[in-house]
């Protein structure tokens, strides 16, 4: 039986990798698509949100049965739980990324980005790809190293998301209202999707202290 419930505790680690890679899939084309109003990328990024969602559903299902089935107890019970949680965040995570190719769509063939703004979320966008890229490594192979630099760019992030809100309240923004909203908007979603990174790595972070699935025993395939 302990054999039985390893590998179920393999399959949730592979699945969550398999999410978190979608994820960085849909951010970076959900960066592209807003930088360069490319409508057709928006679109790609909107239907692969239905396939993130349902790729949620389906291992949340697995770990409820984990639960169900084998009872599991202390630190099995910790991943267990720990892993739909992160499933959540990963899933709120290509939610924003959906969001922010939204926002492309809506206003082409118009600029979604605000003149003024353009480099800046060119840096935010950039920095939410990056994290991406990094909570697939991070949940692949649980190195803590990776969780504190997830934590050191969604700095970079916050601080980029309060300099939007500063220009765009400025008396020097000469913005019309809907790139006022379209602005923070798209600040907050970029905001948000860092966020939900750091909430993953802390997580696994903790569970990499001995509760989760050591990387020289859990192999995973591709």
Known sequence: MREVFQQSLREVQDRLVEIAELVTISIEKATQSFGNS????????????????QLAIELDELAIDILARQQPVARDLRIVVSALRISASLERMG???????QLSRYR????????????????MGRLDVSIARKLTELLRT?????????????????ELHASVFEKV???????EPVATVDATLASRYHERFADHAVSIAKKVQYLATGDWIPEATTPVHH
Not at 39 to 52: L, P, Q, S, T
Not at 142 to 158: F, G, K, L, S
């Open 169 to 175: 309240l400025g008396d020097t923004w000469k913005g």
């Open 38 to 53: 490319d409508v057709a990328v928006a679109e790609e990024v909107i239907a692969n949100d239905n396939r993130i969602d």
């Open 142 to 158: 649980q190195d803590p190293r990776i969780a504190d630099e997830i934590r050191n760019d969604d700095d970079d992030v916050d």
């Open 108 to 123: 082409f063939p118009d600029k979604a980005v605000p003149k003024g703004l353009r480099t800046t979320f060119a840096e």
């Open 95 to 101: 939610d924003m990324a959906e969001h922010i190719a």
